[in-house]
């Protein structure tokens, strides 16, 4: 059997890492545009300007709001002014996203420099594209992994905490889809199954979120870096982004997509939506009973949504509900790569017994 493996080429992670940016860009040439998101704009817009500073001439370009194709077509016509040698992508996922989108419309290297460790968007050949009003359109299938992931840890620090959080959400799917995929034969992102390294490092993900996660959060919360919370943005950059892309999606991201389209869920962020995906993927496979124990017990330490309500849908009949479920269940979606038929009123009878075990289990602990 033929698999394959993506990785970024590089891969910079710790204390102070921003002050490298410059060096680091500066092998791709001597031009770049950096289109950064509102918050890393106003707060790092400078300590970018002094990372680059001798080192290559920075265009810094403020990101709209949303990865969706109007976006990414404005981008494309501020480059054709400044003739960028490299693009770089600095803020939170959607920024990089549509960094990576952009970087593939102009043929030129990306650099990725994340300020939030809240999803696994970082490391991948895919950019996720919205349309204009943020629900999800598509998956943009690049041709290579980023040139360059940078992550400052101190700057991941000093994020609120939710966001790591959200991220640990993210990366609580890894394991689960990829090992799904493996038993099913299933495609990664390359269309190719993924080889044994990809299965690894997705388990390793997941043993790294139960072992460091809480110390993690304790960590941002105080806005500091310790040992357990740079394990825990490697696990949710770097062992996430590579345990997806090279391991698989399964259900918990294609339940996540379902509920895109559902207003009440748009003030909740990517991974807090796949995380209750994750606990409607382990109803819907018939995981073991200390397995699921295990993964609500883990949500509800960090405090990642174990109920409708945690993600805005408390007071939503079942009509409602069921069409997350049928877009889950599209055709092309990554639910199919489940190792056993799924159809829309099975992942109905997931989200509701999952949404009733969550608040059997938050009653339990007041």
Known sequence: MLTTAIFPSRYVQGRGALEQLGVELS??????????????????GASLEKACAGHVECLKVRFAGECCDEEIGRLVTLAGDSQPQVIVGMGGGKALDTAKALAHELGLPVAVVPTLASSDAPCSALSVIYTAEGAFKRYLILPRNPDLVLVDSQVIAQAPARFLVSGMGDALATWFEAEDCRIRGAANMTGRPGPRTAHALARLCYDTLLEYGPLALQACRQQVVTPALEHVIEANTLLSGLGFESGGLAAAHAIHNGFTALDETHDYWHGEKVAFGVLSMLMLRDSEPALIDEV???CIAIGLPVT????????VGDDYLLRAAELACAVGESIHNEPFPVDARSVLAAMRTADAEGRRRLELAK
């Open 27 to 44: 092998r791709f040439g001597g031009k770049a545009l950096a289109l950064l998101d509102p918050f890393a704009d106003d707060h790092l």
């Open 308 to 315: 409708l309500a945690d993600i805005g849908l408390s007071e």
């Open 296 to 298: 609500y017990t883990f």
